[in-house]
């Protein structure tokens, strides 16, 4: 069955940068394009960030532009989000799903950024 497991978040200072990862398995990765999603604690989920199945084409909510870039190793079945310049506002539950299929979306890695 489809697997997503996010990892690499943590406790970091604003400015600081932190990388997150997905593995995926039980589905062929090449062939979705894959996103980015977060939940601020009392706020909804929202997209972060999506990339093609190749990679060629990405796109970032207006917020994180500039900061964030998503990644991706068809080779390795793995996603990969590079945040810079963190904010407090970037606190949150972060996951990787199916762009199509956010129901798709692993147990999530969390996100703090605080002094």
């Known amino acids: 069955q489809v697997q997503l497991v996010e990892s690499g978040g943590g406790l970091v200072q604003p400015g600081g940068s932190l990388r997150l990862s997905c593995a995926a398995s039980g589905f062929p990765f090449t062939t979705y394009a894959m996103s980015w999603l977060r939940q601020a604690p009392g706020k909804g989920l929202e997209w972060v960030s999506t990339i093609s199945t190749g990679g060629e084409n990405t796109g970032y909510r207006e917020s994180v532009k500039g900061r964030f870039t998503i990644s991706r190793d068809n080779a390795q079945n793995t996603l990969y989000l590079q945040m810079n310049s963190l904010k407090p506002d970037d606190t949150a539950m972060y996951y990787c799903?199916?762009?199509?299929?956010?129901?798709?979306r692993g147990q999530g890695t969390q996100v703090t950024v605080s002094s």
């Open positions: 799903a199916k762009s199509s299929e956010w129901a798709s």
